[in-house]
């Protein structure tokens, strides 16, 4: 496998997880600010 094909999709990779990762934690936010105002 090529090195930069390789690197790319790891990038790839890492920026959906990351992505996952901070809409898992404004999800988690608004569901908790929700719970706390009612």
């Known amino acids: 496998m090529n090195k930069i094909k390789f690197e790319e999709t790891n990038s790839k990779v890492l920026n959906g997880f990351w ?12 569901i908790g600010s929700i719970i706390v105002l009612t």
């Open 19 to 30: 992505q996952g990762v901070a809409g898992g934690t404004v999800a988690g936010v608004v």
